[in-house]
């Protein structure tokens, strides 16, 4: 009432102010009645009218800002707040609970909440409003909702009475997530549980406060210790069960990790003994769990049985030291590449020392980098091995035979490759690989099957040859010995018996030519074929061939031309002078055996493109050719006897042979340019090594026409054939006064101390017990006067050189021609 009273009097003063503020201060009569003062109650009245009118509508607007906000808070807040009836129904609810149910408010209302509970749980709601209605405190209950879009929807829902008893004031709370974490944890509990009963692992938990331990189950059966299933461990019960020899440092570390509150992992292998007194091998590990001060109150681990593990272990290292023992003994290079790591992962001894010595880390070495080394003909197709390896669904393994750069060579390597996938998705994982030293195998597999196909060809070649020259031979001894016998015919005419003996002639020297031939190829393949290097003119020698060959050119009507490319001066180069003769007469001589019409045109060019400089020398024809597919088989020996159809002509097919043979001595190479019906042109090369002169005679000693010799001489022939002896008797009567004669080496020696006047000894090579070599070098221990002239059968190259260097003046070939023996006597004893 007192405030009430102020108020109206705080009311009255706030009118008295207002009233004043509408009406000016005048000066009030006296006499101013009754009437006034009523008046002027009634004013200050009014205006205390209108100003509670004002307060009230003040109140009022923030009576509904009020209301609105609780509204809101009513509707938004995240939980469901229901207004429930005795019987459960629904009589009011904000927004929050309309979405747990699914449904819009409006058809919420009236609705009983018992329906959007599960079946079997409805009596539970049902006694949670029973104790509500009858108590006047809260109470709670939990419940899953039946709802289409929410199944499995957990509720909490906390009630109290209305002050008037007639209602119920609910808050429902979503506790799903809870519900279903309770459950989890309790899945797991009871899967641990069942685990810790099944499990062979040894759990324990030490309550480190209270120093007990609990084990599992199975720390009875696998130890056989009673006292873990009745928790009467404890540490010093564990520590001294652990092995002497361990357990100084197993408990050194066990409590390093209790006492320091930033370690909770502890873990270690020791020996434990059993109940039995025997130890077992374990793997022991511990977490420790600290309080809020840091320190650790409990610890919990688990104990493995190892034994058997560990003497796997000790069986595998054994194992692994035989396995490296034999990896690093055996001749392969073994390695294993891990493909998530892309290098070696190990390699045996053989393996690091084959890639140490090309200055490669053999455990740096990728996959990749192999390829560099592979030879380019064997590159492509261990490239698709590799990538079929490394296909999920490819091989695991596969072999073969590469070429790997070593130094400055290549190396035959057997490799075997076996690579390991992963069972989850087919990718490698691992490439365990083999590599044999298979170069000399290869060479010797080369070598035999080289061997072979040639000593094939060569018997076929051989039996061909053999077929040819029994036909080549037979031919002119067919000619000597028939024409020979013709010339017995009494009464023959001067001119047929020209004929007959220049027929016979011709037979001989093409007889001749054969066996100069098979003589050369036999030395050449014996490598007794030696080089005789000296100054040469190879004007001179393209002249000599061609004067050689104009007259069998001139009797074919062919045209026959040579060409000089250098001048006479820088035409002296050092080389075997009768070597370079003998390959360019063949050539000539081959070209005009292969052609009918036509002509034939030789020489050379200097080739300066390349260095050293060369000497290009060319023998062209156009005769019948050569098919391309035969170009290289005819520089092989004995090919014109392989030869069945009518481009074979008459000779024992070695020719091309030698002259491939003395052009790889003389360091060039021979080729030919041909193609069948259109001719041929045969090159070979010769290094370029002039020495410069200023000077060239060109000019050729000419057969002597008529005996020039001054005086008679006296002869010594040295000769084991009669006949060939009797020959050049015959041939020297002309200027001999006397002639001796001796059949081997020592009677030649003999002759000669014993004749000192002898003139002239034409010594024969081959004799028995000593050669003509042994005694002309005998006879110059004694006598340098004498002119020793060699004569030979062998005809070969290079016998010139070994007659000079043995003590003779000269050298003639067998057989000795007359003009040829003559020129020799007339040489040395000429006027």
């Known amino acids: 009432m007192k405030k009430k009273s102020e108020n109206a009097a705080s009311l009255r003063q706030k009118a008295e102010e207002h009233l004043n503020k509408r009406k000016p201060n005048t000066n009030k009569m006296a006499s101013e009645t009754n009437t006034l003062k009523l008046i002027h109650e009634l ?48 009589l009011e609810l904000n927004l929050c609970g309309a979405r747990m149910l699914g449904k819009d408010r409006s058809f919420l209302i009236n609705k009983s909440f018992n329906q959007f509970i599960n079946e079997d749980s409805r009596s539970v709601f049902t006694t949670f409003l029973e104790e509500i209605f009858q108590g006047d405190s809260n109470n ?61 692992d040894v759990v324990w938990d030490w309550d480190i406060v209270n120093d007990s331990q ?63 007194g025997t130890y077992s091998d374990v793997l022991d590990r511990g977490y420790v769990t600290h309080n809020n001060q840091g320190k650790a109150i409990r610890m919990i681990g688990a104990m493995l049985d190892i034994t058997e593990r560990k003497k796997a272990e000790k ?48 455990s740096e070495l990728r996959y990749s980098d192999i390829y560099q080394l592979i030879h380019p003909d064997n590159l492509d197709s261990s490239v698709a091995h590799v990538n079929e390896l490394l296909d999920s669904n490819g091989v695991s393994r596969f072999n073969m035979e590469i070429r790997i750069k070593w130094k400055d060579n290549w190396k035959w390597m057997k490799h075997f490759v076996r690579v390991f996938k992963s069972n989850d998705d087919g990718k490698p994982v691992q490439l365990l690989g083999a590599l044999f030293d298979i170069d000399d195998q290869k060479k010797t597999e080369q070598d035999l099957l080289e061997a072979k196909e040639k000593a094939e060809e060569s018997d076929r070649l051989k039996s061909a040859f053999l077929a040819n020259m029994s036909h080549e031979i037979r031919t002119p001894m067919n000619g000597i010995l028939g024409f020979a016998d013709l010339l017995k015919t009494p009464g023959l005419a001067g001119e047929e018996q020209h004929k007959y003996i220049e027929i016979i002639e011709n037979s001989g020297i093409r007889m001749l030519n054969i066996i100069k031939d098979i003589i050369d190829i036999s030395k050449i393949e014996a490598g007794q074929m030696e080089l005789n290097v000296k100054k040469s003119d190879i004007n001179a020698q393209i002249r000599d061939i061609y004067n050689f060959f104009i007259p069998e050119a001139k009797s074919k009507q062919l045209k026959l031309s040579f060409v000089n490319s ?60 050569i098919p391309k597919e035969r170009q290289e088989a005819i520089f092989e020996r004995f090919i014109q006897a392989d030869i069945s159809d009518k481009m074979a002509h008459q000779g ?93 080496g020592f009677e030649a020696v003999e002759t000669c101390r014993n004749n000192p006047d002898i003139d002239l000894i034409l010594m024969d090579i081959r004799m028995p017990e000593m050669n ?3 005694a002309a070098t005998k006879i110059r221990e004694f006598n340098n006067e004498v002119i020793i002239i060699a004569q030979t059968a062998y005809g070969l190259s290079g016998d010139r050189e070994k007659a000079i260097i043995a003590g003779c003046n000269d050298y003639i070939s067998k057989p000795v021609n007359k003009n040829e023996l003559l020129d020799l006597i007339e040489k040395y004893f000429g006027k």
């Open 43 to 90: 004013e200050v009245h009014q205006i205390e009218l209108e100003l509670q009118n004002e307060e009230l509508l003040l109140a009022n607007q923030r009576a509904y800002e009020a209301s609105e906000k609780y509204k809101e808070l009513y509707d938004f807040a995240p939980s469901g707040y229901f207004t429930l009836s005795q019987e459960g129904k629904i």
């Open 140 to 200: 709670t209950c939990e419940v899953p909702l039946c709802l289409k879009d929410h199944t499995g929807l957990h509720v909490q829902l906390t009630g109290i009475v209305s002050e008037n008893k007639e209602q119920c004031l609910a808050t429902v709370t979503d506790i799903t997530e809870r519900k279903l974490n309770e459950e989890k944890i309790q899945r797991n509990e009871e899967r641990l549980r069942l685990a810790l009963k099944a499990t062979n």
């Open 214 to 276: 609990k084990w599992n189950e199975a720390g009875e059966k696998v130890f056989g210790w009673t006292e873990i299933i009745e928790n009467e461990a404890n540490a010093a019960w564990w520590i001294e069960r652990v092995h002497p020899d361990d357990r100084q440092r197993v408990e050194e570390g066990f409590f390093e990790v209790v006492n320091n509150n930033s370690r909770n992992k502890w873990q270690d292998e020791y020996r434990f003994r059993k109940a039995d």
């Open 315 to 362: 069986a595998l290292q054994e194992s692994e030291l035989f396995a490296n023992s034999i990896a690093n003994t055996t001749p392969a290079l073994l390695y294993l590449y891990d493909f998530d790591q892309e290098k070696n992962i190990w390699s045996n001894e053989a393996h690091k020392n084959f890639f140490k010595e090309i200055n490669i880390n053999a």
């Open 566 to 625: 250098l001048p006479e001066e820088k035409a002296i180069i050092k080389t075997d002078f009768e070597k370079v003769y003998a390959i360019l007469a063949n050539l000539v001589k081959n070209a005009l055996k292969y052609t009918s019409t036509g002509s034939i045109e030789f020489g050379y060019n200097l080739a300066g493109e390349h260095q050293p400089v060369e000497l290009e020398f060319y023998v062209k024809d156009t005769g019948i050719g």
């Open 652 to 744: 024992a097919g070695l020719g091309l042979a030698i002259s491939k043979a003395y052009v790889e001595m003389l360091d060039g190479k021979i080729w030919v340019e041909s193609s069948a019906g259109t001719g041929s042109t045969f090159y070979f090369t010769l290094p370029y090594n002039a020495e410069q002169v200023r000077e060239i005679a060109d000019r050729q000693d000419a057969p002597s026409e008529k005996n020039n010799i001054n005086r008679k001489l006296k002869i010594l022939i040295v000769e084991d054939d009669e006949v060939s002896a009797h020959l050049i008797d015959i041939n020297s009567r002309m200027f001999v006064r006397e002639i001796l004669k001796a059949r081997t």
């Open 772 to 774: 003509g070599y042994v």
